[in-house]
């Protein structure tokens, strides 16, 4: 893995925040209103999920499992 465990850590919770934005914004309007969500802004943030989850399964490279911990010993 060319990334940290912590960076993994980071990455999630990114798309935690993101997906769980997209969850209140998807909800802000209740179909008896007749206002639309914003799809464009909903979209947008799915995509930037996606691509985080693209970058977490393609970072295969080696089989070191690092940590920040062990950089800061140096």
């Known amino acids: 893995m060319l990334h940290t465990v912590e960076d993994l850590i980071r990455r999630i919770e990114v798309m935690k925040d993101k997906a ?9 309007f209740a179909e008896i209103s007749g206002k639309d969500y914003d799809h ?12 985080l989850a693209v970058s977490i399964a393609v970072d295969k490279q080696g089989d070191e499992i690092k940590t920040e ?6």
Do not use: F
């Open 20 to 28: 769980i934005l997209v969850h209140r914004l998807r909800n802000e």
């Open 40 to 51: 464009e802004t909903c979209k947008r943030l799915i995509d930037d999920i996606q691509t």
């Open 69 to 74: 911990m062990e950089y800061k010993k140096l």
